[in-house]
Nanobody, 114 residues
């Protein structure tokens, strides 16, 4: 059974930082691309960043310099480092594995507020 479990979300003040984790079980992630999406209240799910099996990354232009995706294949885990957080970053963040089919985690809530 393939499972993705996100963690690291929570309440943070503007300008703060968080590191989200996505721990995967049931499949080796080293051969597959992984992505982070987010969904804010009342909005559609939005692609934030991706990382390929060869460590190639793709970011939305607005997120460059604040968000960093990385992977640790030995731990079968992907991370999203989020710095200089803004209220508009508030959303549920989802980890996505693109293997023979798409696998999704349950999401982790990030709330940026004073």
């Amino acid at each position: 059974q393939v499972q993705l479990v996100e963690s690291g979300g929570g309440l943070v003040k503007p300008g703060g930082s968080l590191r989200l984790s996505c721990a995967v079980s049931g499949i080796d992630i080293s051969s597959w691309p992984m992505l982070w999406y987010r969904q804010a209240p009342g909005k559609q799910r939005e692609l934030v960043v991706s990382i390929s099996s060869t460590q190639t990354t793709n970011y939305f232009d607005s997120e460059k310099g604040r968000f960093t995706i990385s992977r640790d294949n030995a731990k079968n885990t992907v991370y999203l480092q989020k710095n200089s957080l803004k209220p508009e970053d508030t959303a549920v963040y989802y980890c996505n594995l693109r293997a023979y089919r798409d696998y999704w985690g349950q999401g982790t809530q990030v709330t940026v507020s004073s």
